[in-house]
C-alpha cells in the first residue's frame, strides 16, 4: 500500500510541478530559416510568423503545409517581400517552402505557443485521477485506524 501511495503522490507532484517548467520552455520562440524548401518540426501548437524578401518584382509562392490533415493552411502568391500569420493547430511537422526559380529566403519564427487540448487533457486526466485515488487511499487508511 505505501508503494501505491508513493506512487499516486508522485504523479500528483509531477503533474503539478510540470506547468512552471512548460510555461517557462514554451516563451521561448522557435526560429528557421527557409531556403527552398523543408520540414521543421515544431514541438507545440502556436502562430508562426512568415517573412521572406525578394527582389522587387520577383514573383513567388509561399505555401505551408500541414502532413497530419494533408492540406496546404497557406498557399500565396507573392511579388517582392511578404510578411504574414499562420496559426500551427498543432504540435507536429510542417512544411514551409517558396517555390520560384530565383533566391528567396523566408524566417519563420513560431510565437504564442500553447499545448495542444489533447496534451492538456492527457495531463489533467492523469494528474486529477492519481489525486482522486491518493484521496480514497488515505481516507480509507484513516477509517481503519
Not at 524566417?107 to 489533467?124: D, F, K, M, Q
Request: charged share 15%.
Amino acid at each position: 500500500m505505501r508503494l501505491l501511495k508513493a506512487i499516486l503522490l508522485s504523479m500528483v507532484i509531477l503533474t503539478l510541478l510540470v506547468f512552471p517548467i512548460e510555461k517557462n520552455a514554451l516563451s521561448q520562440p522557435i526560429s528557421e530559416v527557409v531556403l527552398v524548401g523543408q520540414g521543421i518540426m515544431v514541438p507545440s501548437s502556436g502562430i508562426a510568423m512568415l517573412s521572406s524578401n525578394a527582389d522587387e518584382g520577383t514573383q513567388y509562392t509561399v505555401r505551408v503545409f500541414d502532413p497530419e490533415e494533408g492540406r496546404a493552411i497557406l498557399e500565396r502568391n507573392v511579388t517582392g517581400s511578404f510578411r504574414g500569420r499562420v496559426k500551427l493547430a498543432h504540435s507536429g511537422p510542417y512544411y514551409f517552402s517558396v517555390q520560384t526559380m530565383t533566391p528567396v529566403t523566408m524566417a519563420v519564427r513560431v510565437i504564442s505557443r500553447y499545448p495542444s487540448v489533447t496534451t492538456l487533457n492527457i495531463r489533467y486526466g492523469v494528474g486529477g485521477i492519481s489525486a482522486l485515488l491518493l484521496s480514497v487511499i488515505l481516507l480509507l487508511e484513516g477509517r481503519r485506524r
